[in-house]
């Protein structure tokens, strides 16, 4: 695949501006998921590549405030389902 399909040129101004004004939660949450410091692995911030597969995960401001566990957890879980829906 082409780098023009993993970051589509389109939207890399409005990508950018918003990892520049990160929300609170967000700035909070990726604290903790930078430098592989989640089972050495790798997030990626604002990547226009959902349709092609990539999983995204929402969560409201307030529970990664108050259950960052839960919210870790959850994350962690989709490793499974990540890794059991790509097995032949």
């Known amino acids: 695949m082409s780098s023009r ?3 589509n040129k389109d939207a890399v101004a409005y990508r950018k ?3 520049n004004k990160l929300t ?3 700035a909070f949450l ?3 998921l930078k430098n592989r410091q989640l ?5 990626r911030r604002q990547h226009s590549m959902e ?3 990539n999983r995204v995960l929402r969560f409201e401001n307030k529970m990664v405030f108050d259950n960052l566990g839960s919210v870790v957890q959850e994350i962690k879980e989709s490793f499974k389902i990540s890794t059991t ?3 032949p």
Request: net charge positive.
């Open 5 to 7: 399909i993993h970051n």
């Open 17 to 19: 501006e918003l990892r």
């Open 24 to 26: 609170p939660a967000e």
């Open 30 to 32: 990726w604290n903790h």
């Open 39 to 43: 089972e050495g692995r790798k997030f």
């Open 51 to 53: 349709k092609l597969g």
């Open 85 to 87: 829906s790509s097995s």
